[in-house]
C-alpha cells in the first residue's frame, strides 16, 4: 500500500494535492480522475446512515441512539448493527460514517448526550470499539467524533475547554485511543477548543493521536471547523466542507512563498490515499458488503431496541398477561420520538408507535392526556394530494424569477436541501398541495422556516413574512426553524389548496445552499383540561394504564443544552394523577438522556425506552407482554432531581468551561459527593431472579458463576469495578473495569470470565501511565452500588 501512495503522491502537483485536502462539496471528498480516484460521500451515521441528501425518497433505516447501543452493555450487538451499517452505505454510495460519537456524558444537560454512549469512558470505549471493527469489517470507513471533550452543546463553535491532563488522558482520549488501536481510518476534531487552542489546530492531533498512538487515518474537520488558512501546517488532514476556501488558493500561496511547507500537505494527501485505497476509492474495488432485506433490518432494530430498553422499577404488573385491557396514554404513545435532533436525523421509510405496536396484541383504548407541544407537525401524507400529478404527496418547484427551473413530486411536508444543486440556481421555492380535512373543526395551517415565506390558501395570500432565525446553529434553523400558521375552520373531508413559496438566502460560508422549510399543520382537539380528564377516566377504568412520557426535539438536539431535566407540559402531572386511580400504571420514558421522574415511587413499573429507531412500538410491545426481556442497564446515572447532580454546569464563562472536576464525572461524581441518585449506573432490572457467587481472582482475570433461578429466559450484566484504600493518588471510589453479559435459560448457570485490562489499574502521572503498586480491590455486581462479592489483587 504504503509503495502505491508514495507512485500516486508523485503525480500530483501542489494544485491537484490542495484540491484532495478539501472537500469537493457539503458532504463529498474530492477526487482525482487522472489517477483512478474517485470522489468519496461521506455521510452522518451515529444511528443511521443518511446520505448526501435528506431525502424521503431515499429513506435510512433508523437505529437505536448511542444511549440506547450502550445500555444493552453487549458489545457483541455491534457485530450486526455495525454490518447494517456498511450496508446502508454502500447502498447511498457512501465511503464513510461519521460515527460514532464517543463523547462522554460528563453532565445530562448536554443536549447531544443520547447521541453519545455514555458516562464511564471505559463502556464508552468498548461500544466505539466495537463499532468501528464492525463497519470497516465490511470496507466502510467509521470515523470517531468529535476529538475532544466536545462534551456539551453551549457556544460549542468557540468554547475552550480547560481539562487537566488526567482527566484528558484517563477519561476523554481514552475511547479515542482504544479506536484507533481497533484501527479507525478517519477521526473528526471538534469545534471547541482544549487549553486554550481549537481542536483544528490542537496539538492533541499530533500527541498522542498521531505520535504515540500511531494513528495512520484521516483527521477530517467538523464542518466549517477549520478556522485559517495557516491551520493547515498543524493536525488536521482534510477540511470539510468543500469546495476549497481556506486551504484553496490562500494556502497555495503560503506554501510558494515558504511560510508553510509543501512536506505537510503531502502527509495530509498520503493519508487520504490511504483511506481511499482502504474504502475502495481509488481503484473502484470496493468491498461487497451483506444483504439487509427489509425484514432483517427491521428484525434487527427491533432485537436491539429491545435489549436497550432498563426496566427500572416493577412491582410484578410486568410482564402483562395476555388480553389485559390497557390504557395507553401519554404524549409520545401516538407521537413519540424514535431519534435525536440534529445531524443524527435519518429518515426512515416506516415507524411503528408504541399505539401502533400495541395494537392488536392487547385490547387497548388510548388518548394522550397532554399536548407536548404548540408547535405544528408537517402535514402527513395520507392528507395531501400534489395538484400536478394527483398523488398523494405535495409538488415541489424551483423558481429563478418567473422561470420554472424544475419540479419534483414529494411524498414529505418537511423540506431539507443541503448542497441540492436546483436550490444553489434558484431564487424561491415552491411548495403545493391540495390538503384534506380527516376531522372536522378549526385547523392550524402554516410553515416553518427562515428567510422570506409566503402562504396562500385557495389562492389567497394570508401570511407573507421575513422570518429571521432563532439561532445561528445551522442544524437548528434546518430543524427547528421559526413557524407562523392561520386557523381555518374545516368540515370532514373538505379540501383546501395550500401554496408556500420560501425564497432561498445567500450560501452560508463553507456550506453553501442549506435551507428547511416545513408545511405545518395542528388537526382540530380538545381544550388540555378536557384532554387531561379524558386520559385519567380511560385510566381509572383499565386494568394496567400505560403512559409514554418523552422530550421534544427542541430540548434533547444537537445544537442547544437542556435547561432542566423536567420533563415538558404537564407529563409529570399526568403520570401522577394517573396513578391515583389506577395502582397498576406502567410509565415508558421515551427521552435519549436522564430526566426527573418525581412520580417514580408511585406507579408500578418504569421502563427506559430511550430513542429506539424505527421499530419503537414493536420492541415496546414485544418487553411489555414478555416475548423478550429488557435486556438494557443504565449507561449512564439518573438523578433524582438536577439539584443532586454533582456535575452538572455546561455554560462557559467568558468563554471558558471549567471541568474543575477532573476525573470524577458521572457515577464518581456520585460517590464522591456521597449522594444517592435515582437509579445508579448499571441498574436494570428483568423477568426472572439470579443467583451470583464463587469468585475467583487470578491477576486479572476473574470468573464468577452466574445462575438463572427463575422460570424463564433472562438476560445478567456482571460488572466488576476497582477501588482502592489509602492511595497516595486521587481516585474515584471505584471506578468500572469490566464487564460481561450473559443469557441463561431457566435453572441455567455459567461461568463469567471478565479479563481486567492493565489500563484499569494505571493512572496518568507526571511521567506518563504510571501503576501504583500494591493491593486493589475487585468489587463484583450488578451495579455500581450493588456489589456483593469483593477479592484482593496485587
Not at 448493527?81 to 452505505?89: P, R, S
Request: charge should be negative.
Amino acid at each position: 500500500m504504503e509503495d502505491r501512495i508514495e507512485k500516486f503522491l508523485a503525480e500530483l502537483d501542489l494544485d491537484r494535492k490542495l484540491a484532495l485536502i478539501s472537500g469537493a462539496s457539503l458532504f463529498r471528498m474530492a477526487g482525482d480522475p487522472a489517477i483512478g480516484l474517485a470522489e468519496m460521500p461521506v455521510s452522518d451515521g451515529p444511528s443511521g446512515v443518511r446520505g448526501e441528501n435528506w431525502d424521503e425518497s431515499d429513506p435510512s433505516v433508523s437505529l437505536p441512539c448511542g444511549t440506547a447501543i450502550a445500555a444493552t452493555w453487549d458489545s457483541t450487538l455491534l457485530d450486526d448493527i455495525g454490518a447494517l451499517i456498511a450496508t446502508e452505505a454502500r447502498r447511498k454510495n457512501v465511503y464513510a460514517v461519521l460515527g460514532p460519537t464517543m463523547n462522554l456524558h460528563r453532565s445530562p444537560l448536554g443536549g447531544r448526550h443520547f447521541e453519545c454512549f455514555s458516562e464511564d469512558p471505559l463502556l464508552t470505549a468498548e461500544m466505539a470499539e466495537a463499532y468501528v471493527r464492525a463497519v470497516q469489517a465490511h470496507g466502510v470507513g467509521a470515523c470517531p467524533k468529535h476529538y475532544v471533550a466536545n462534551d456539551s452543546e453551549t457556544d460549542r463553535f468557540t468554547v475552550d475547554v480547560h481539562v487537566d491532563d488526567r482527566a484528558l488522558r484517563e477519561l476523554y482520549l481514552y475511547p479515542f485511543e482504544r479506536t484507533v488501536e481497533a484501527g479507525a481510518w478517519m477521526v473528526m476534531d471538534a469545534y471547541n477548543s482544549v487549553n486554550g487552542t481549537t481542536m483544528t489546530e490542537n496539538p492533541l492531533l499530533d500527541e498522542p493521536l498521531k505520535g504515540t498512538w500511531g494513528f495512520d487515518g484521516v483527521v477530517v474537520s467538523d464542518w466549517t471547523a477549520v478556522r485559517s488558512t495557516e491551520s493547515a501546517a498543524d493536525g488536521t488532514d482534510l477540511c470539510m466542507p468543500g469546495p476549497p476556501y481556506l486551504w484553496g488558493e490562500p494556502l497555495a500561496e503560503k506554501i510558494r512563498s515558504g511560510e508553510i511547507a509543501e512536506s505537510a500537505i503531502d502527509d495530509k494527501v498520503r493519508r487520504i490515499l490511504r483511506f481511499a485505497i482502504r474504502v475502495g476509492g481509488l481503484d473502484g474495488t470496493a468491498r461487497p458488503t451483506p444483504v439487509f432485506s427489509d425484514a432483517q433490518a427491521r428484525d434487527l432494530v427491533r432485537r436491539v431496541a429491545s435489549q436497550a430498553m432498563v426496566l427500572l422499577r416493577n412491582d410484578g404488573v410486568l410482564p402483562l398477561a395476555p388480553h389485559t385491557e390497557v390504557a395507553v396514554l401519554g404524549p409520545s404513545a401516538r407521537e413519540p420520538r424514535f431519534l435525536g435532533g440534529g445531524s443524527a436525523t435519518v429518515i426512515p421509510g416506516h415507524t411503528v408507535t408504541p399505539v401502533e405496536g400495541l395494537t392488536g396484541r392487547l385490547p387497548l383504548t388510548h388518548t394522550a392526556g397532554v399536548y407536548l407541544s404548540e408547535d405544528l407537525i408537517p402535514a402527513p401524507l395520507a392528507i395531501m394530494t400534489d395538484p400536478e400529478t394527483g398523488e398523494p404527496g405535495l409538488s415541489a418547484r424551483y423558481l429563478a424569477g418567473d422561470a420554472v427551473l424544475g419540479v419534483q413530486h414529494r411524498t414529505s411536508s418537511r423540506l431539507v436541501l443541503l448542497g441540492e444543486p436546483l436550490a444553489a440556481k434558484s431564487s424561491a421555492i415552491e411548495l403545493r398541495t391540495r390538503l384534506r380535512a380527516d376531522v372536522a373543526g378549526d385547523w392550524q395551517i402554516g410553515f416553518g422556516g427562515v428567510g422570506h415565506i409566503r402562504l396562500d390558501l385557495d389562492g389567497e395570500t394570508v401570511l407573507d413574512e421575513n422570518l429571521a432565525p432563532e439561532s445561528a446553529d445551522p442544524a437548528a434553523m434546518l430543524l427547528d426553524p421559526p413557524q407562523r400558521r392561520v386557523t381555518r375552520t374545516l368540515a370532514l373531508g373538505e379540501e383546501i389548496d395550500v401554496r408556500v413559496v420560501t425564497g432561498i438566502e445567500a450560501a452560508m460560508p463553507g456550506l453553501g445552499i442549506i435551507l428547511g422549510a416545513t408545511l405545518g399543520i395542528r388537526r382540530p382537539r380538545r381544550d388540555d383540561d378536557e384532554e387531561f380528564a379524558a386520559a385519567v377516566e380511560l385510566a381509572r377504568t383499565a386494568a394496567v394504564a400505560v403512559v409514554v412520557v418523552g422530550t421534544t426535539e427542541q430540548i434533547e438536539s444537537e445544537g442547544v443544552d437542556r435547561t432542566s431535566l423536567r420533563l415538558p407540559g404537564r407529563q409529570d402531572e399526568l403520570v401522577a394523577a394517573v396513578a391515583a386511580v389506577n395502582p397498576r400504571t406502567v410509565v415508558v420514558v421515551n427521552s435519549g438522556a436522564p430526566v426527573e421522574m418525581p412520580w417514580r415511587d408511585e406507579v408500578s413499573a418504569v421502563l427506559l425506552a430511550w430513542f429506539p429507531g424505527q421499530e419503537f412500538g414493536a420492541a415496546l410491545a414485544d418487553v411489555l407482554t414478555g416475548v423478550v426481556e429488557p435486556g438494557g442497564r443504565l449507561p449512564t446515572t439518573w438523578p433524582a432531581t438536577s439539584a443532586d447532580v454533582p456535575v452538572l454546569d455546561t455554560s462557559p464563562v467568558d468563554g471558558v468551561l471549567e471541568y474543575s472536576e477532573s476525573i470524577h464525572i458521572g457515577y464518581r461524581a456520585w460517590l464522591r459527593a456521597g449522594t444517592e441518585p435515582a437509579y445508579p449506573f448499571g441498574h436494570g432490572l428483568g423477568y426472572t431472579s439470579w443467583e451470583t457467587g464463587d469468585l475467583v481472582v487470578n491477576e486479572r482475570e476473574l470468573t464468577l458463576t452466574v445462575t438463572n433461578t427463575g422460570g424463564r429466559p433472562g438476560k445478567q450484566v456482571v460488572q466488576a469495578y476497582l477501588s482502592r484504600a489509602d492511595s497516595a493518588v486521587d481516585r474515584p471510589v471505584r471506578w468500572l473495569a469490566g464487564f460481561g453479559a450473559v443469557t441463561l435459560a431457566p435453572g441455567e448457570s455459567r461461568t463469567v470470565t471478565i479479563t481486567l485490562p492493565a489500563r484499569a489499574f494505571q493512572h496518568w502521572g507526571p511521567d506518563g501511565w504510571e501503576t501504583e503498586p500494591g493491593e486493589f480491590t475487585v468489587l463484583v455486581g450488578t451495579s455500581v452500588d450493588d456489589l456483593p462479592h469483593a477479592a484482593r489483587v496485587h
